[in-house]
T-cell receptor
């Protein structure tokens, strides 16, 4: 089925470093969401984006909805050990009958070394 | 306030059996969606229900079915289980009507199903 291309697949960084990850698609999305998932848990919403060009922050996290509506990125500044986890982008396709269906990327596994 | 709750947390079944998974949405939320997450991948959309009606269906076989009750809780049923059905099944609830740009889905902890 439709998938978002999320990169990188994994990251190994030192505590205090900044992190950047992104998602791209060949289709247009009208909503972009970023989730974090810890082992054995469900995804937790980090940031929601609803308009092309929108830049939104949540503490040390910043995400942007691409102008073309086909991409989004997430930045984490000054990483800390509790940032460890799997980060997913998710989008809602524009038009059609997809209603509330979210399409997810493959995830970025983040490891932070103290 | 309680978040999305799911039961059971873990389940082991054998091939050919059927399974029923349950979900209670956040209080006040009328929309429930189901996703399947295979190990190492992102969640895949199965169904969405709003006001007890199916509003969306993903690319899953007819062995998968769901329903939503008057209290907005939901059940996901899977018949004739296959080994490939082993996954984390996630339920998400949202306040808004499906398709609204501002609809935001909140996920439960999931039910981990193992088919032997």
């Amino acid at each position: 089925g439709q998938q978002l291309n999320q990169s990188p697949q994994s990251m190994f960084i030192q505590e205090g470093e900044d992190v950047s990850m992104n998602c791209t698609s060949s289709s247009i999305f009208n909503t972009w969401l970023w989730y974090k998932q810890d082992p054995g848990e469900g995804p937790v919403l980090l940031i929601a984006l609803y308009k092309a060009g929108e830049l939104t922050s949540n503490g040390r996290l910043t995400a942007q909805f691409g102008i073309t509506r086909k991409d989004s990125f997430l930045n984490i500044s000054a990483s800390i050990p509790s940032d460890v986890g799997i980060y997913f982008c998710a989008g809602r396709l524009a038009g059609g009958t997809s209603y509330g269906k979210l399409t997810f990327g493959q995830g970025t596994i983040l490891t932070v070394h103290p | 306030d309680a978040g999305v709750t799911q039961s059971p947390t873990h389940l082991i079944k054998t091939r050919g059996q059927h399974v029923t998974l349950r979900c209670s949405p956040i209080s006040g939320h009328k929309s429930v969606s189901w996703y399947q997450q295979v190990l190492g991948q992102g969640p895949q959309f199965i169904f969405q229900y709003y006001e007890k009606e199916e509003r969306g269906r993903g690319n899953f076989p007819d062995r998968f079915s769901a329903r939503q009750f008057p209290n907005y809780s939901s059940e996901l049923n899977v018949n004739a289980l296959l080994l490939g059905d082993s996954a984390l099944y996630l339920c998400a609830s949202s306040l808004d009507k499906p398709g609204l740009a501002a609809e935001t889905q909140y996920f439960g902890p999931g039910t981990r199903l193992l088919v032997l």
